[in-house]
């Protein structure tokens, strides 16, 4: 099985850097996902790692350690509407498990002026 | 996007009653998925589908049932409705390396 954990809450302010972990233990691993998802919606793709290291795009970065079983996301020059919840999520790496996403179950960020 | 689309978005249903959630997607993705999402559990997989007829469990599937018929529908039943299945339900399929989700339906069992 998965199980994977991320802080329940922060708090940081507009402009700023803010870093969400996620660590997960899994029983097979193809890619570690993280997601946004504002209030009353879908959640929206922001990034994917499946090899160690640091992906950027924009102002949202995302790193892997898969030997530590850790990610984080790292958003930059924050800005209001980034106020949301993150999520982090893993695909099983098992042959034909359905290529299934197992979430964590959030981290709801707040950004104050 | 995936085109995905929920119907409906919204219900009320009373307690023992079967209710039919539909998924359609228009870009002839194989897999797809349904969850649902609760304050504390984050989203949870119910069922999913790697093609036509082709259905499994996920970790929360008592109490609800799948079935596809067509590539671009996938149709998720709660065979009698409880008060324990209120939630937000999304639909997802597989993009190439991501997944796209539909925009929820919102159950409440009263």
């Known amino acids: 099985g998965q199980n994977i954990d991320q802080p329940t809450e922060m708090t940081a302010t507009e402009g700023a850097i803010v870093q969400i972990n996620c660590t997960y233990q899994?029983?097979?691993?193809?890619?570690l996902f993280w997601y946004q998802q504002h209030a009353g919606e879908a959640p929206t793709f922001l990034s994917y790692n499946v090899l160690d290291g640091l992906e950027e795009k924009g102002r949202f970065s995302s790193f892997l350690s898969r030997s530590k079983g850790y990610s984080y996301l790292l958003l930059k020059e924050l800005q209001m509407k980034d106020s949301a919840s993150y999520l982090c999520?893993?695909?099983?790496?098992?042959?034909?498990?359905?290529?299934?996403?197992?979430f964590g179950t959030g981290t709801q960020l707040k950004v104050e002026l | 996007d995936a085109g995905i689309t929920q119907s409906p978005r919204h219900k009320v249903t009373e307690t023992g009653t079967p209710v039919t959630l539909r998924c359609h997607q228009t870009e002839n993705h194989r897999y797809m998925y349904w969850y649902r999402q609760d304050p504390g559990h984050g989203l949870r997989l119910i069922h999913y589908?790697?093609?036509?007829?082709?259905?499994d469990k996920g970790e929360v599937s008592d109490g609800y049932s799948v079935s596809r018929s067509k590539t671009e529908d996938f149709l998720l039943t709660l065979e009698s409705a409880t008060s324990s299945q209120t939630s937000v339900y999304f639909c997802a399929s597989r993009t190439g390396v991501g997944y796209t989700f539909g925009s929820g339906t919102r159950l409440t069992v009263v």
């Open positions: 589908s790697y093609g036509v007829k082709d259905t």
């Open positions: 899994t029983s097979g691993f193809n890619g």
């Open positions: 999520a893993v695909r099983d790496g098992v042959t034909g498990g359905g290529n299934k996403l197992t």
